[in-house]
Structures are given as C-alpha cells and as structure tokens.
C-alpha cells in the first residue's frame, strides 16, 4: 500500500473516532435525584427512526434484566443490542450551530459508547422517555453538561473520561490497576485544523488550543497493550476501553466496551474493519499486538451512587 493512502486511511479513521451540533444550556448533578439535569430546553436533531429504536432497546433490556442494579449486565445487553449496526463517521458533523445529535442508525466508535453509556444511565434512573436520554446523552457528549458551540464537545478521548469522572458517572480504572504514566499532551486538532470543517472559524481553533493546554496537564495511568493478558481478569464486562496512540498530538485512536468470551477479554465496538457493530474475533491484547500506532489502553467503569 502506498505512503499516502495509508496516510488518508490512518487520518480518516482518527477524525471519525477520537473526537467525534441547541440552544446553550446548562446542567447540574445531584446525587439525590439523579444526573444532569438541563437549566432550559435545548435542540435535538433526531429521526422519527431514532425514536422507534430508542423504544425497542429500552424494551428489550428491560425484558431481558432481572438485576438493573448490575451496570455491566445493563451496559453489555445494551451494546449487543445494536450488533451489526452500520459504522458511519461524521454523525455528529452538521451543519450550522452546534446542536445534539441522535443517531442510533449508524454510529460511529465514540458515539457508540456515549448513546450506550446514556441508555444504561436511563435505566439505571427506571426511566424510559425519550427526552430524559437525551438530557443524559448531552450530558455524555458535552464538557461540563454546557452545549456552547463546537469547541464544547468533549472531542478528545482522555478528556471525555475525565470530565465524566468529575460528574461522578464513572471512575478511570486503569489510573488503578496500571502505574505507568499516560503522555497526555495533545494538539492534534489545532496542529491540523483543516481537517475539521468546523475549524474554519478562527475563534474555535483558539478554544480547541486552551482546551489541549488544560487536557495536556492531566494525570494519568495506562496500560501497555502487552501488559494487558496479566490485568484482564480487572476489567470487567461493560468497561469503556480506549485505545491509546504514538500519533503526535493524539491521546486516543478508538474506543468501545469489554466483553469476556470464553474467558478472554474482547472488545464490543462500532468497527471500521466491517464497518459494523461487531465483538473483536480475538481477544483484545491479540488484536491490538499488530497495531503499531496503537501503546495500550485506557479503561473507565460507569459508578453511579
């Protein structure tokens, strides 16, 4: 394969999974009576479609769950449900101002977590309207639970973990399990802003660069992807996995959920490699060992009170 086809494949890829458009709002988060709810209406760009699988995952998970209390039943059930669900990038790319996107049609590796992660919140709350997913989905998606404009979206990966750890809707697992420091320092959006049609706005590329310089100033432990056999019996179903890069300026290449198979740790995720929503067909730490852009993984637990 030529230099620059491999190139655009590697880019492409990276631009439809690291990062990912209303009225501004503003959430707060209250243990007591649940997360993220929004200070005023917000839009939504979703299809009649949207709705109609959004009712028949919610009845198929709560048909088939005796024990709601089990986040990692909830969160597995829920991924199987959209197996084979067409991978397209670019979902959340509209155009005009930023507005929440529901796309439970087609999806790609990121918002596939973000639109499982919110349906397993949702029943975890016994809720089952439509309008309450997508408070929790901006919620997800958006730094800080605040919809102002593109730069707003958590686009990078490690940055999407930690701002839901602050939310306390998750914990990051391998800051436990792993003592080897993660390079967090990114740039890659502002170093490659023509890559990103949003970023034609000046005002938005000098956002995007704050943000990498609070984001460059994180924490964090992951865990090197030939260190992965001895840790996975730490993981558990359910469990967000991101792959971490050696790309300059990137933190994470791809992401999705762990699921054990025959007693090996898989990964459940919208796949570029059958364009679908699919289980690795081998195990993780196999998967990953030809990916030479690929270091290892980051790992986070849904944790709800």
């Known amino acids: 394969m030529k230099l620059h086809t491999l190139t655009t494949i590697i880019v492409g890829f990276l631009l439809a999974c690291h990062a990912g458009e209303g009225s501004d709002f503003s959430f707060r988060t209250d243990s007591r009576e649940g997360f993220c709810f929004p200070s005023e209406v917000f839009s939504r760009v979703k299809t009649q479609n949207d709705k109609q699988i959004f009712k028949k995952v919610i009845e198929k998970i709560n048909s088939d769950t005796t024990d709601f209390t089990d986040l990692s039943d909830v969160l597995t059930k829920t991924g199987i449900f959209f197996l084979e669900t067409p991978y397209v990038a670019y979902t959340l790319e509209i155009p005009g101002d930023e507005q929440l996107v529901v796309n439970l049609r087609e999806m790609d590796c990121t918002t596939f977590v973000e639109y499982v992660v919110a349906l397993t919140l949702l029943i975890k709350e016994n809720r089952t309207d439509f309008e309450r ?56 959006m502002s170093s490659n802003p023509g890559l990103y049609r949003q970023l034609e706005n000046p005002e938005y590329v000098s956002s995007i660069k704050e943000t990498e310089k609070v984001i460059s100033g994180f924490e964090m432990n992951f865990i090197p992807k030939d260190r992965i056999p001895e840790i996975e019996d730490q993981i558990k179903d359910g469990d967000i996995i991101a792959f971490t890069t050696n790309i300059t300026g990137l933190d994470v290449s791809h992401t999705g959920f762990a699921i054990h198979q025959n007693g090996r740790l898989h990964l459940l995720h919208a796949s570029t490699r059958t364009n679908q929503v699919e289980i690795s067909p081998v195990p993780l730490s196999d998967y990953l060992a030809p990916m030479r852009r690929v270091t290892g993984i980051l790992v986070g637990r849904i944790s709800l009170p």
């Open 133 to 188: 997913f997508t408070q929790l989905l901006a919620c997800i998606r958006y730094r800080d639970g605040i919809i102002d404009g593109y730069p707003s979206r958590l686009h990078y990966f490690t940055e999407w973990l930690q701002n839901n750890a602050d939310k306390g809707i998750l914990e990051i697992v391998s800051n436990q399990v792993s003592d080897v420091p993660y390079d967090t320092r990114v740039s890659f």
